[in-house]
């Protein structure tokens, strides 16, 4: 270890967060000890025994600097990171921390300044009276550099002039010519500032501001025709620019017996595009020259809530929150088709006049009697959709005005929650639980107006040794709900045997298994097992069952003082059947989906040198793969992916300041999709996609830095 390492500094203080745990966590209940007086007095004297002087060390820096050189240019390797071109890149990384002998403090972490993953923070204040940060984050995310396309612009989306239309992808003569790249990319920066005031040892005031900015591009399909049979489809890079705005405010109380929050949340969403138009690339249909579809519409949110705890005794404390919210939409409406032979009725209105009404309520009690646990928990929430309904015309993707006009469906929801939990703690180290759960869920416009859910958990654990523990539960959920009804204003109208999965009956059956062991004061194994089932054996068509299963194991293994081992293993296995029939008879078809999810990882961590130089080697393997089987026909091609990473990194320390860092990563990716692999722009005849492949790399990233502590 180089320098002095900087210490975070958070919200709380060392003793603040102590007395936060002992008023406030069920089992402890420091204030039928001490008042609240009496606990500073005790802790004024405490000292932070890993935190340098202050006297000694007012101001305490690292820095690291130094470059980082990719071997291949990747989109898929550079997601989130932004390393995803060829050659050197910065590496620029600080932490500064300034204290006075009053507390107060002034500190700036910065991490990966010189890439488009950057963060750079500026944190100050007193702890426990005032504190205020302001914080900046940026994150690119890169889905594929492998799309062409023959259009240009953004929200406006234009063909070049030479293009030729043709009723048909292949018959498009100047494709080949026209298409060009365009990458499928967003850009997040993040915005924040946040103060925290103590106004006295009971009274506190926070707040805290951000705003969101997301830029880039999205794949959207879009169609132009009058049915599913002869619609023309192309998909496109729809632009992408938002920009969010959030905020919280609380005041907060405390004293021994109680504390209370009140707080103040918004939110507002703005789109600089609402909407996306497009030259069609067809000869049919002929009369549709271009067309037009609506993106995100502007929005915004606020909430009030308020909520606290209060101790009634040792033992027992109570719980309640309640809260009430509006989200509102008012973006101006598009017209009905940006085709102008078609003649639509006016609009209802200008706009949804959207309005949504949120309603919080959660209460709880626990208490204790010598070994027994209690627990009871009520909650309830609620959308109720205040939008009026109203009647528009129906136009088929930008073609034809349907003679059938149609309403908006102002959806509603109501989910009430009860549950209640015990807890016995037997001797030598034995403890039940069981816990009972009902859910009830009432929708409108919906295939079932109300659903209920019960479910009935019990669970064993076991300290049997001071090296072994374990833990098993089992659980049963049983979801039933209403008749089950095809909504008879929906067009074309539902096949009345496919039951929706979320509302459909269904039986699951839950376990859970994990034990914890540590034969070796040096030795440490860790082992968990999942297990879900699901049943629908009351649909007739859709998801007749699934199920899932995860198995974890790590490893923790201490040779000697200088070398250490880890190793872990996970895998996940999921299976789903559904059946169907494309009309309203008996299931005459099958489809079974399998996947297999696999990680693991080792890591061998090695000190050559105490204190001066050490070796480490990390691998990560990630493996998955998704098998679709049908009754009929042949099966889909296998949908996999691997990944294989190699990592070697160094620490010299030159001397008590500054420390050399050297690290050499390799790593190996390819995917197959059969939907994208060995397919162009024009391999569909109706439908211009943007021939994307699926991603494969092999990159290496060799970084050597200096950290230099002051």
């Known amino acids: ?202 009274l506190s005031y926070s707040l805290e501001l951000w705003r969101d900015t997301k830029t880039g591009g999205k794949a959207t399909g879009v169609a132009l025709g009058t049915s599913f049979a002869t619609a023309r489809s192309v998909i496109l890079v729809a632009p992408i620019d938002h920009v969010t705005d959030q905020g919280e405010a609380s005041l907060n109380y405390r004293n021994a017996q109680w504390q209370g929050t009140l707080k103040y949340a918004f939110s507002s969403f703005q789109n600089q595009n609402t909407a996306l138009q497009w030259d069609n690339a067809y000869s049919q249909p002929a009369a549709t020259e271009r067309g037009q579809a609506a993106l995100e519409p502007d929005n915004n949110m606020q909430q009030l809530a308020l909520s606290g705890s209060y101790r009634i005794s040792k033992t027992t404390l109570a719980h309640a929150l309640i809260a009430y919210g509006r989200a509102e939409q008012d ?95 037997l001797p030598a180290h034995h403890q039940l639980a069981l816990t009972f759960e009902h859910e009830a869920n009432e929708r409108t416009y919906q295939e079932v107006t109300t659903t209920r859910e019960n479910t009935l958990t019990t669970a064993y654990a076991n300290q049997v040794s001071p090296d072994l523990a374990l833990h098993f539960s089992l659980g049963r959920r049983q979801r039933t709900g209403d008749d089950y009804r095809a909504v008879e204003e929906v067009t074309p109208a539902e096949n009345p ?47 007749q069952d699934s199920s899932e299963n995860n198995t974890a194991l790590d490893l923790h293994y201490a040779l000697s003082r200088a070398l250490a081992l880890n190793t872990n293993y996970a895998v996940t296995n999921i299976a789903s ?53 049908v009754s009929t026909g042949t099966p889909f091609p296998a949908l996999t992916n691997e990944r294989h990473t190699y990592k070697v990194s160094s620490d010299y320390q030159l001397n008590q300041q500054a420390t050399v860092q050297v690290s050499y990563q390799y790593e190996k990716y390819k995917a197959k999709n059969w939907g994208d692999d060995g397919s162009v722009a024009n391999t569909l005849p109706n439908v211009l996609t943007l021939g994307e492949v699926s991603p494969y790399y092999d990159v290496g990233l060799l970084a050597i830095a200096v950290r230099y502590a002051f």
Request: net charge negative; aromatic share 8%.
């Open 1 to 202: 270890m180089s320098g002095h390492k900087i210490p975070s500094i958070k919200p709380v203080g060392f003793s603040g967060a102590c007395l936060l745990l002992l008023q406030y966590s069920p089992g402890l209940a420091a204030q039928d000890i001490y008042h609240q007086a009496d606990m500073q007095a005790i802790t004024a004297n405490w000292i932070c025994e890993w935190c340098p002087k202050v006297d000694e060390h007012p101001d305490i820096a690292e820095v690291s600097a130094g470059v980082s050189v990719v071997s291949n240019d990747s989109y898929a390797y550079g997601n989130y990171s932004g390393l995803d071109q060829k050659g050197a890149h910065l590496i620029t990384d600080l932490d500064y921390l300034h204290r006075d002998p009053q507390g107060n403090y002034v500190q700036l972490e910065g991490n990966d300044l010189g890439l488009d993953s950057r963060h750079l923070a500026s944190r100050g204040g007193k702890p426990g009276r005032l504190e205020m940060a302001l914080i900046y984050d940026q994150l690119p995310t890169l889905k594929s550099d492998t799309s062409r396309t023959p259009y240009e612009g953004g929200a406006d989306q234009r063909l070049p002039g030479t293009w030729v239309t043709s009723a048909t992808t292949d018959g498009m003569s100047e494709l080949g010519t026209a298409l060009h790249r365009n990458n499928i990319d967003t850009l997040r920066r993040d915005y924040r500032l946040s103060a925290d005031y103590a106004a006295t040892s009971d």
């Open 497 to 543: 045997l496919l039951k929706k999965y979320n509302l459909a009956d269904r039986t699951r059956n839950l376990a859970n298994a994990s034990a914890s062991y540590t034969p070796l004061a040096n030795l440490q194994l860790a082992l968990t097992v999942d297990y879900a089932q699901d049943d629908y054996s009351h649909s007739a068509l859709g998801l």
């Open 331 to 425: 973006a101006t409406f598009l017209p009905y088709t940006s085709n102008t032979n078609l003649n639509a009725n006016p609009l209802p209105s200008t706009s949804l006049h959207g309005r949504i009404n949120s309603y919080d309520l959660d209460l709880s009690v626990t208490s204790g009697i010598d070994q027994l646990k209690l627990k009871a928990q009520y909650g309830q929430h609620e959308q109720a959709n205040a939008t009026a309904r109203a009647t528009y015309d129906y136009v088929t993707a930008d073609t034809a005005l349907n003679s059938s006009a149609r309403a908006n469906f102002p959806y509603s929801f109501r989910r009430r929650n009860l549950a209640l939990e015990a807890r016995y703690m």
């Open 577 to 629: 059947r559904q059946s169907g029939n494309q009309s309203s008879a008996q299931p005459n078809w099958r489809m079974d989906n399998d996947e297999r999810m696999t990680a693991a990882g080792l890591g061998v961590h090695y000190d050559i040198i105490a204190d001066k130089l050490n070796l480490a080697f990390e691998y990560g393997y990630a493996a998955a793969r998704g098998d679709i089987t």
